[in-house]
DNA sequence: CAAATATTCAATTAACTTATTGAATAGTTG
DNA sequence: CAACTATTCAATAAGTTAATTGAATATTTG
């Protein structure tokens, strides 16, 4: 095989691959699978899509092996293929938050409405964590944090946050947390949070950043 | 704004990112960028594309500000926006080379038809440096080597490999290495280097992955 | 300022992608 | 094994993307 062509056909692989990342519901399906594994009709549910066009896009994340499956009952389970499919989103949307000025208007907005406008790092949460006054708050649903979590985290699932803050001292300092940077339940608990009078903020990331650098804890 | 209007817009905005490194010129075109700039003339050479469709790819990639672009006399040069472009399109090239069967296939194909079957990786590269019987053999053209090559790397340019072989020491090991993992010069320097009864094997990666995590000597 | 050169633009055609709808399939449960 | 359920498939229409061609633009050089 000659040069062009062996170049050809390694570029178009790629650009097949990537294709089949660059699609809005793809992205927000892998976002989701990087919680863990979950059926068509959970996929569609969470990402208000029909079933039939969530198991088309699923077909093609599988197409290209970014997503693989396994039978559970009368469900089928998807999951992604391995660390380097999250891994490749987490870049290319540090890559969009850098230069797209209207991704950072956007989540700045967002936030802004949400008065969360001050995130914190994974890298500050290493240093606050140390204080005795800071309590990191998981807002994710009570299975998902039982799969995982960040070590030394409470569980306060979003839609129970109301309805339990008075167990929350106020006197403390708190750093929510959820699915990831796009994720919107961390806003909402700080929203809530800083209405009720609590110093709140959330984290930047969220649990798969994590786990991809750091080591977790589960309920077992 | 609410959650669903929010979540779109950011999926669609990064898909859109995406979409526009989703395409196997384009992709030919960021990892040529990755050397340094270039003018559109240049790149349409390299790349074996039209000026035009050249012309139109890199509007493509301005548009989604992968690419910045400065005027030099007659020519207009272009260059990556920044290092995270680099990076992301070394991650999805990683993710490839792992989860596409076919991709390995090819590359692999390639390689044992030019005797370059067991590259070293740039670990493997540090330590072999150490030893004195190792020598680091730049194959880029003599611009590019001078712009930034790897510390204690010689250059001699693929092109003139046939003709300079007598200045190299046959009983020396060489490692050659060039643009990256899908560049071919390293691997007909090595294809040229085992015929003429050197010991040689090339790079798994290039220069700018050596450039992303250590330091470059230039010539000035 | 005219000629030359590098690059971009515009229009066209062919190919591909997405969402929707409704039907088909393949397992599981009673 | 019949009924049920979750998922996939197939067909369609609307929208998007890519390569080609030739013309237009903008800058430099003589």
């Given at each position: 095989?000659d040069?062009?062509?062996f170049?050809?056909?390694?570029?178009?692989?790629?650009?097949?691959?990537?294709?089949?990342?660059a699609n809005?519901?793809?992205?927000?399906?892998i976002d989701?699978l990087?919680?863990g594994?979950?059926?068509v009709?959970?996929?569609?549910?969470e990402?208000?899509?029909?079933?039939?066009?969530?198991?088309?896009?699923?077909?093609v994340?599988k197409?290209?092996?970014l997503?693989?499956l396994?039978?559970?009952g009368?469900?089928?389970?998807?999951?992604?293929?391995?660390?380097?499919?999250?891994?490749?989103?987490?870049d290319?949307?540090?890559?969009?938050m850098?230069?797209?000025?209207e991704?950072?208007?956007?989540?700045?907005?967002f936030?802004?409405?949400?008065?969360?406008?001050?995130?914190?790092?994974?890298?500050?949460?290493?240093?606050?964590m140390?204080?005795?006054?800071?309590?990191?708050?998981?807002?994710?649903p009570?299975?998902?944090?039982q799969?995982?979590?960040i070590?030394r985290?409470?569980?306060?699932p979003?839609?129970q946050?109301?309805?339990?803050i008075?167990?929350l001292?106020?006197?403390?300092?708190?750093?929510?947390?959820?699915?990831g940077?796009?994720?919107?339940?961390?806003?909402?608990?700080v929203?809530?949070?800083?209405?009720k009078?609590?110093?709140a903020?959330?984290?930047?990331?969220?649990?798969?950043?994590?786990?991809?650098?750091?080591?977790?804890?589960?309920?077992?």
């Open positions: 095989m040069k062009r062509a170049k050809d056909k390694v570029y178009t692989l790629s650009a097949k691959l990537i294709q089949a990342m809005p519901r793809r992205l927000e399906i989701l990087g919680q594994e979950r059926s009709e959970e996929i569609a549910r990402t208000a899509m029909s079933v039939a066009n969530t198991s088309q896009h699923l077909q994340l197409q290209s092996n997503v693989q396994r039978r559970d009368n469900f089928i389970r998807y999951r992604l293929a391995n660390d380097k499919v999250y891994q490749s989103w987490q290319l949307r540090m890559m969009g850098e230069s797209l000025a991704m950072d208007r956007l989540i700045t907005d936030r802004r409405q949400k008065n969360s406008l001050h995130p914190v790092t994974l890298e500050d949460l290493l240093v606050r140390r204080s005795k006054n800071t309590i990191l708050l998981d807002v994710r009570e299975g998902e944090f799969a995982g979590h070590p985290a409470i569980n306060v979003i839609d946050l109301a309805s339990r008075r167990e001292d106020k006197s403390m300092e708190y750093i929510a947390y959820c699915r940077p796009f994720c919107v339940f961390a806003d909402e608990a929203e809530l949070l800083v209405k009078g609590f110093k903020s959330r984290l930047e990331e969220g649990f798969p950043d994590w786990k991809l650098r750091f080591p977790v804890e589960d309920v077992s």
